[in-house]
């Protein structure tokens, strides 16, 4: 049986992505949210599996591959943003630009993630074939989205992420099931 949702785990160990303010990066922090978003998800029936990119540097052009091959009806990517200005902050949604159940996905995990963490709303993010994310948006089978829901380099913005992350998660798992409908 194929799981409802493939959920992606942001970078890999050789190569861990963005650094929070308190020195944890995006791939330790995803590996840890996406094991409770897969509890969260099967709380509510979905089954769910975990995708991890292999850590090699051309892991990022074998991952839609590797997502595709779970035949899952749905993509989440797990990741945090980071910028040189320390006042960046706000959670965000990245999307296949023109997938229809794309955007679906996205609306919905962004109104629930802004609710759920309070922080600066800065929309959804139509991604064209060749942009930042595009690779697992685009090649995948499947509605997919790039989850970016905080800036690590924000001290103020992260706290808040930390504190509130249990109900960001289930926020996320409500908003995939609303748009997902009955389990597989």
């Known amino acids: 049986m194929s799981p409802d949702v493939a959920i992606v785990v942001g970078h890999r160990p050789g190569a861990q992505g963005a650094r929070a303010v308190d020195g944890t990066t995006e791939f330790v922090e995803m590996s840890e949210v996406a094991g409770l978003?897969?509890?969260?998800?099967?709380a509510r029936g979905y089954e769910s599996v975990l995708v991890f990119r292999d850590d090699h540097r051309g892991g990022l052009q074998d991952l839609p591959g590797n997502v595709n091959a779970t035949?899952?009806?749905?993509?989440?990517?797990l990741h945090f943003n980071s910028a040189r200005s320390r006042s960046a902050q706000g959670s965000e949604v990245l999307y296949a630009a023109g997938s229809t159940r794309g955007r679906e996905l996205a609306e919905a995990v962004q109104a629930a993630q802004v609710l759920a963490l309070g922080?600066?709303?800065r929309g959804l993010k139509a991604i064209p074939r060749d942009g930042r994310g595009g690779i697992i948006l685009w090649r995948t089978s499947m509605p997919c989205i790039l989850l970016e829901p905080v800036f690590g380099s924000?001290?103020?913005g992260w706290?808040?992420?930390?504190?509130?992350r249990q109900l960001w998660i289930e926020a996320v798992a409500n908003a995939i099931v609303e748009v997902g409908g009955e389990p597989v």
């Open 159 to 164: 706290a808040v992420y930390k504190e509130r």
């Open 71 to 77: 035949d899952g009806r749905m993509c989440v990517s």
């Open 154 to 156: 924000n001290a103020e």
């Open 119 to 121: 922080l600066p709303d």
């Open 37 to 42: 978003l897969a509890v969260a998800l099967d």
